[in-house]
């Protein structure tokens, strides 16, 4: 089915752009991870929400969520792998699936990682962010993850259930992770290998293995969408939150600083108008 | 478009031309969303071979051409590798190899 608005995030831009497209009537589909993975769930106390001194991170996500739902958009749960514009709408996979819209609003938060070595030359050649789409290319094979994600055990245990040697690679150990999977901690984490992924080295051990599977809260823009146009990490937007790609908008932390919840939800709230004028328009056509 | 099985592939490929060649699989999401670029690509330019290699069918294929990640799209010209991209990219990336290599 083809929505009017696919939304990537499921933070207070994406949100805050959800409630303001059904406010327009428009069909709405938000894509992301739990929110439990968005690192304001980590907040203990925030002070400068207008309105709400001292609310925790939580409490603000689950009352931005809980409006999204009532205001009725959807939702799709996961990690959204690859976008594309083509062909006058938009795509986006989560998992396996594959959605189509008429407009789209990134709002994926910031990554703030650097990669890891050898993950930018090794991309696609043993270096993959996504499990659900490479893994069977590794069954009877070993793969590490590097788990940055709340998603990431559940990851994990896919890829040793279709058959994947898989070594688990994090800070601390995950309760999710099937205990089968042996646990490493990640330090000084490196991807080793010339034309193809041979081995993970990290916390003074080398892990021998086919494929890495390194999997974050956010993806970073322009692995997601080839083509956006991307300064230093921040999507660049004009004051309607478009960017450089035709249907295409952004919200959040992910178009810059302040990083702060207050602008994320008013930019989610313009890229939606944006793109819901957008699409107006296009059907006038 | 062509499904490849490994014989058909290496008959086209032995005939020398530019052929443009969709790595994928029925499980992969970003595949299918790939699958309608390729098909209009391959109306764009009747000269250029273009087929399709499901990587669950034609294992000696995928690892021959160490195929790890999909979707991956190869170019061949005289029967060799000259490009290939991996993961989803918008449309102008293939036309801009094709176009060069036309």
């Given amino acids: 089915m083809t929505y009017d608005i696919l939304i990537l995030g499921r933070g207070p831009a994406g949100l805050s752009a959800a409630v303001a497209a059904r406010g327009r009537g428009k069909s709405v589909l938000v894509m992301g991870g739990p929110w439990q993975g968005s690192p304001l769930a980590k907040a203990e106390r925030i002070d400068n929400y207008l309105g709400l001194p001292g609310v925790t991170g939580q409490e603000l996500l689950e009352q931005f969520d809980r409006h999204a739902r009532q205001a009725g958009a959807e939702f799709a749960q996961g990690r959204v792998v690859s976008l594309m514009s083509w062909d006058g709408s938009v795509m986006a996979t989560v998992g396996s699936q594959v959605y189509q819209g008429r ?35 590794y069954r009877g094979k070993a793969a590490a993850v590097v788990g940055r994600s709340a ?28 205990g089968e999977i042996p646990f490493v901690r990640e330090k000084q984490l490196k991807i080793k290998g010339e034309s193809a992924v041979t081995a993970v080295e990290t916390d003074g051990q080398t892990i021998p293995c086919a494929g890495v599977f390194i999997l974050r809260s956010a993806v970073a823009p322009t692995d997601l969408m080839p083509g956006l146009r991307v300064e230093k990490g921040v999507v660049q937007v004009d004051r309607n939150m478009a960017t450089n790609l035709a249907g295409v908008f952004a919200a959040g932390d992910c178009t810059g600083g302040p990083l702060q919840i207050a602008k994320a939800v008013g930019e989610g709230l313009t890229a939606a108008l944006t793109a819901c004028q957008y699409i107006d328009g296009k059907a006038k056509q | 478009m062509l499904h490849f099985t490994k014989d058909g592939f290496d008959k086209a490929l032995s005939q020398g031309k530019l052929m443009m060649v969709d790595f ?6 970003p595949c299918r969303m790939l699958g309608p670029v390729i098909e209009q690509l391959d109306n764009r330019y009747p000269d250029v071979v273009v087929g399709k290699v499901n990587v669950d069918d034609e294992k000696e294929l995928a690892m021959r051409y160490g195929v790890m990640s999909i979707p991956t799209v190869i170019f061949f010209k005289d029967g060799k590798e000259i490009d290939r991209k991996v993961g989803v990219m918008p449309p102008e990336a293939f036309v801009q190899v094709l176009e060069a290599n036309k």
């Fill in chain 1, 151 to 178: 998603d990431a055990p559940e990851e994990a245990n896919y890829l040793r259930s279709i058959g994947c040697t898989v070594t688990y690679i994090g800070d601390k150990r995950p309760e999710k992770l099937d």
């Fill in chain 2, 24 to 29: 994928w699989a029925s499980w992969c999401g």
């Fill in chain 1, 103 to 137: 407009g789209l609003i990134l709002a994926p938060g910031v990554v703030r990682q650097n990669k890891y070595p050898g993950e930018e030359t090794l991309l696609g050649r043993g270096v993959s962010y996504c499990a659900t789409c490479d893994g069977m290319l």
